[in-house]
């Protein structure tokens, strides 16, 4: 090789180097000078935000940048019924301050007559300015009720939930301890039957004998499906001149509530009725949920735990199945199923399940067993009645029966299994009953002081006829025809909360496109159509 062509190897080598280096160095001068000016431009945008914040705190106004379009001027407060349209007060003069036991405290904030809580709270550009608006819970300063002359009553109905003791222990507490009152407060034994039936007559509800109740599952005062009949609890009433009742149940025990409070605006006894909402499905609408649905949900995470084991260590390909509540709506076995993150399909009443096929939920498990050895189901108890049909029998409350969904699908697991030349090893778990009578959780106890104190303070105002509940994280008071009007709800099949499913378990969606679930309603966004009054009294089937 030539000297000349060294050199102009060389040459071209060095060449190449420098336009290396120069742009290795032209592109750090300008990332410095990019990283430079973006920290300038984040400056201005700091001391320009800083200033506009503090001409707004002068004028009263929020920080942020005000959005158009967006409006909320049309806000609709859901009339409550108020005894002092009908009766006279007799509580004027009374001021309203926390008895003790031994001495007074005031109330740190009274609610005024016009503070509401709004039903959506979402906004978006086109939104609706329409909305609803639900009376704020908490204590009032005008009484209608003087507490020296009230008696009242307490009564659960229709299925157990965690912390129905607590309810029974802080209504009760309330009343003598918030209000001081100097009459009875009885405890309904057995359901509505107990106001009349004698072999379970009433017993008598003090600070001492609900003291140690929130303690225990259950409920202290038993509970019964059925036994509504009016005229008979009407007479109970009468008798032992009640001045205020309060009914723990679901929809339909507060459409016997709300049966009540009629009948006794009809005969013009001056008789508050409250209801607090109960129900293990957590299905009562408007509501942000229900007492004792996260303990339920926490305490089924024992039975999938137990699945999951079952499924890993029984061969050959291991699979666990756990039924839980859910008459109508699968809110237990979908917040079960994303507190535990070891499920692999869900199935509940909300959303269509396909065996077979592209979207079938045993190809789907199939696949999962291949992968990893095993899988773990959960099914809502009234998942699959367009698999298996409705049933046309009914129980006390007027609930029709439910399908044996668990045990039809761990036959046809067993099946699919078997066609294809394997063996399936199949473990059913019902846990049902078990997740619903144990004492309820830190949360929800608190929940239940909540729900027990602002049903008295509603009461001692002298609303009827109203449900006390969680809405929107604001505790509320919520006319019964209202609350029962769209209940039970079912969770929304195109929500989060499916979607959320469908990314844990990565199972197929089978939900059709375009279609809603069979109750799209969603409060304060829907249409509502409110049943009539004589059609709710017409089916109290309590």
């Known amino acids: 090789m030539g000297a000349s062509s060294i050199d102009s190897k060389s040459a071209l080598i060095a060449g190449g180097t420098a336009a290396v280096v120069t742009y290795y160095l032209s592109k750090r001068h300008f990332d410095n000078k990019t990283i430079q000016l973006r920290k300038e431009k984040y400056d201005r945008d700091q001391k320009e935000r800083t200033a506009q914040n503090a001409t707004r705190q002068d004028s009263g106004l929020p920080n942020g940048v005000k959005l158009e379009g967006f409006q909320s001027d049309n806000v609709y407060l859901q009339d409550l019924e108020h005894l002092g349209k009908y009766f006279a007060s007799e509580g004027e003069g009374i001021k309203n301050l926390m008895e003790l036991g031994g001495h007074h405290a005031e109330y740190n904030k009274l609610i005024g007559p016009e503070e509401c809580i709004l039903a959506n ?3 978006g550009p086109g939104s609706t300015a329409v909305t609803r608006a639900f009376v704020r819970a908490g204590p009032r300063e005008k009484l209608h009720f003087n507490p020296k002359k009230v008696n009242a009553a307490i009564v659960t109905c229709g299925g157990l939930c965690p912390g129905l003791n607590n309810v029974i222990r802080e209504i ?3 009343l003598f301890y918030l209000y001081g009152i100097e009459g009875k407060c009885y405890g309904i034994v057995g359901g509505y039957s107990g106001f009349y039936d004698p072999k379970t007559p009433p017993i008598e509800l003090t600070p001492d004998t609900v003291r140690h109740i929130h303690n225990k599952g259950g409920t202290m005062l ?18 032992k001149d009640i001045r205020q009742l309060y009914v723990i149940g679901g929809d339909g025990t507060h459409r016997g509530a709300f049966k009540i409070h009629e009948t006794c605006m009809e005969l013009g006894l001056h008789v508050a009725v409250a209801g607090i909402p109960k129900t293990i499905d957590n299905d009562v609408d408007y509501i942000d949920r229900s007492f004792g649905f996260i303990t339920s949900v926490e305490q089924a995470q024992d039975a999938i735990r137990a699945a999951k084991t079952e499924a890993m260590c029984n061969l050959p390909n ?12 699968g809110y237990i076995a979908a917040h079960a199923t994303l507190g535990s993150g070891d499920v ?23 696949e999962r067993v291949k992968q990893k050895g095993y899988a773990v189901i959960v099914v809502a108890e009234g998942a ?3 698999l298996l049909g409705e049933s046309t029998e009914t129980d006390a409350s007027g609930n029709k029966k439910l399908p044996m969904i668990g045990e039809f699908l761990k036959s046809e697991i067993g099946k699919y299994f078997k066609g294809r030349g394997e063996e399936a090893t199949v473990k059913y778990i019902d846990p049902s009953y078990m997740i619903r009578s ?16 602002n049903a008295v303070h509603g009461t001692m105002a002298g609303y009827t006829g109203f449900s006390v509940g969680l809405l929107n994280n604001k505790m509320c008071l919520l006319p019964i025809p209202e609350l029962v009007a769209t209940s039970p709800r079912q969770m929304d099949a195109r929500g989060r909360t499916w979607e959320r499913i469908l990314g844990i378990t990565r199972q197929p969606n089978t939900v059709e496109t375009g279609k809603r ?18 059609q709710m009294i017409f089916e109290c089937q309590v």
């Open 121 to 123: 709270i979402r906004r």
């Open 172 to 174: 009760t507490r309330s």
């Open 222 to 239: 038993g509970s019964s499906r059925g036994g509504f009949d009016i005229d008979k609890i009407v007479e109970f009433i009468k008798k």
């Open 318 to 329: 291991g699979i666990g199945i756990v039924k839980l509540m859910g008459r109508s709506s």
């Open 344 to 366: 692999d399909l869900c199935l509940v009443p909300e959303v269509p399940i396909v065996l077979d096929g592209e979207k079938g939920c045993l190809p789907h498990v199939w």
């Open 384 to 386: 699959g009645e367009e």
């Open 438 to 453: 144990v004492p309820a959780n830190a949360t929800d106890s608190l929940y239940c002081m909540q729900l027990g104190q």
């Open 517 to 534: 679930n069979r109750q799209s309603h969603k409060h304060g966004q829907a249409v509502f159509k409110p049943r009539a009054r004589s």
